[in-house]
């Protein structure tokens, strides 16, 4: 009985190492060369993002009428618990900063309300809500005794 002779599996044509005078060793890759390729989606289609910022939740809903509630009362440190809670919420609503605006200024805190209510108007996005902000601001301003806060104030609300 003959059976035929089986050969071992051909190894793997190895490629030369390369010696770098450092002394490092480099063995190339036995890949080709990877190519970029543009990947289309079909599915994918330029959409307008709706801003979003946290104002339609029920419980932010909730923290803010809690919040005027609390206002209207008086109760400046439960007010600004609410709005400070309903900012970790909705964290781009100018709706709270406004608030901890306006209850930093009835705290006698005019520096801390006019850079809440600064940083108010950079999400700020109807002209009732800036006007009302640099409202705030102007009376942080008064507060402090800056004109040149007071004067930029007045300008802005004329502007709007």
């Known amino acids: ?44 289609k330029t959409q307008i993002q709706k801003f979003d910022d946290g104002r339609d939740l029920p419980a932010f809903k909730k923290l803010m009428q809690t919040t005027q509630t609390a206002y209207a009362n008086g109760k400046w440190n439960e007010a600004e618990s609410a709005a400070t809670h309903a900012q ?16 930093a200024n009835r705290k006698n805190q005019p520096a801390n309300a006019e850079s809440l209510a600064l940083r108010g108007l ?29 004067q930029k104030a007045q300008q802005a609300i004329k502007a709007l």
């Not at 190339?28 to 543009?38: C, L, S, T, V």
């Not at 700020?124 to 806060?149: E, R």
């Open 122 to 150: 950079s999400y700020a996005q109807t002209k009732p809500m800036k006007q009302q902000l640099w409202n705030v601001v102007l009376k942080a301003g008064q507060m402090q005794k800056k004109s040149s806060t007071i």
């Open 1 to 44: 009985m003959n059976e035929p002779e089986q050969k071992p599996p051909a190894a793997p044509e190895k490629k030369a190492d390369i010696h770098d005078p450092s002394g490092v060793i480099i063995t190339p890759y036995d890949h080709p060369e990877i190519k970029r390729q543009r990947i289309v989606i079909p599915e994918q």
């Open 88 to 103: 970790r919420l909705a964290p781009q609503s100018a709706e709270t900063f406004l608030y901890l605006a306006m209850i």
